[in-house]
């Protein structure tokens, strides 16, 4: 009998050791650009869209309090650091959601190895953070630079556009994703013509315009984000590049910055996305429910984070602890299902594989409401898509 009872107590105490909250309440830091050139693509947007995945999940997790707390990294990566490095020493965040900007991304992705915590990328793009730079801590949950480049790469270069020339954002995203355009382009018998770098946050584009007219390629692409590809894009209109013949493509674009540059302006170019606020019943719900609180339609990045933060929440109720080796591995064995995602997957390195979508920005005439801006061309499967485990860097896929 005394053994059954200490048998019995000693499956209780394990029991209550395993369903545990540190601190006893579930805090999630989202590290967005409030105030600078990515605002509109992510910030206030990752921020409520955070907040709906706690709504949707429930106001608690294994009986804990689920807190969303935020941060403006300002675009630059030693406040970004800081702002973390306060989360962890007195904060008491258990996982950074969003961080757009690739710079900083990198530095706190590393941070958060170092410090056993969770990291939920939907904002930077750079392919690195699941190859060399992997990490048993991090999911990279939206898109990449990887995905990007072949996406639109191959679609462009099979309607014709062989030669290409970059406008590039001077920074770890932007010279990430010229790289792995320039890998795609040789591959599939195209050619790059020359690029030009710039400052981020940069007004006047009308130089590098210039530049890209005079290469004579036959596509001119923008390696940039936010206010950059807006006033990139806008400013090549206005120096007739697509009169002269030119193709544009935007390798990374949002529904944002086809609302900022203007359906004249963007019309004909060429993106590749996550997601699409009008794909479906579901999604467009959601982001009429979204657009209640922004009075924007969500981009890629936004719906990132509510499903990353989601997802995490899935994890640690099915791991009954927020521990986060328990909680990754939880992660990792669910399947990813919310309202955009369906049927993902995190793989070991990080990346979550899952279907992306070739788009191209309507023209004027064929905009039925506010915010139609896309014709979804075609649906990629994530294992198409993203970098394949044959020719990862990354060691945690070598196992």
């Known amino acids: 009998m005394r053994h059954f009872l200490a048998a019995a107590i000693l499956a209780a105490m394990t029991t209550a050791a395993h369903a545990q909250v540190s601190d006893d309440v579930v805090r999630i830091g989202v590290l967005t650009d409030l105030s600078s050139w990515g605002r509109d693509n992510s910030g206030p947007g990752s921020v409520e869209a955070a907040k709906m995945a706690v709504e949707e999940f429930g106001p608690t997790v294994l009986g804990k309090p689920i807190e969303i707390i935020s941060a403006d990294h300002q675009m630059k990566t030693d406040v970004g650091v800081q702002i973390v490095r306060g989360w962890f020493d007195n904060g008491k965040v258990d996982a950074v959601v969003d961080i757009p900007n690739s710079g900083i991304a990198i530095a706190v992705h590393n941070m958060v190895r170092e410090r056993n915590k969770i990291a939920l990328l939907s904002g930077p793009g750079a392919s690195s953070l699941t190859d060399e730079l992997c990490s048993p801590n991090t999911v990279h949950f939206t898109y990449d630079t990887y995905a990007l480049s072949k996406v639109t790469a191959s679609a462009v270069i099979a309607e014709g556009g062989k030669s290409w020339y970059f406008i590039t954002a001077d920074y770890a995203f932007g010279q990430q994703l ?60 206005e120096f007739g590049l697509v009169q002269g013949g030119q193709k544009l493509v935007g390798l990374l674009m949002f529904d944002t910055d086809v609302h900022a540059i203007g359906l004249n302006a963007a019309q004909g170019t060429y993106m590749t996305t996550a997601s699409y606020w009008n794909m479906d019943e579901k999604t467009r719900a959601w982001s009429k429910k979204f657009y209640a609180r922004t009075n924007v339609m969500p981009t890629m990045i936004q719906t990132g984070v509510y499903g990353s933060v989601l997802h995490y929440l899935k994890a640690i109720q099915a791991a009954g602890t927020d521990d986060p080796k328990a909680v990754m591995a939880k992660m990792r064995e669910l399947p990813i299902e919310d309202t955009f995602v369906h049927g993902g997957k995190l793989r070991e390195d990080g990346r979550v594989i899952r279907d992306m979508y070739l788009a191209k920005v309507k023209k004027p005439s064929e905009s039925k409401e506010p915010w139609d801006y896309l014709d979804i061309i075609k649906t990629v499967k994530g294992e198409d898509a993203f970098r394949p485990v044959s020719e990862s860097k990354c060691p945690l896929l070598k196992k």
């Open 178 to 237: 010229e790289k792995d355009a320039t890998r795609f382009i040789n591959e599939m018998g195209g050619k790059v013509l020359g690029s030009v770098r710039h400052p981020t946050n940069t007004a006047d584009f009308s130089s590098f315009a210039l530049q890209a007219q005079s290469s004579k390629a036959d596509v001119v692409a923008f390696a940039n984000a936010g206010q950059d590809t807006d006033n990139s894009i806008k400013q090549s209109g």
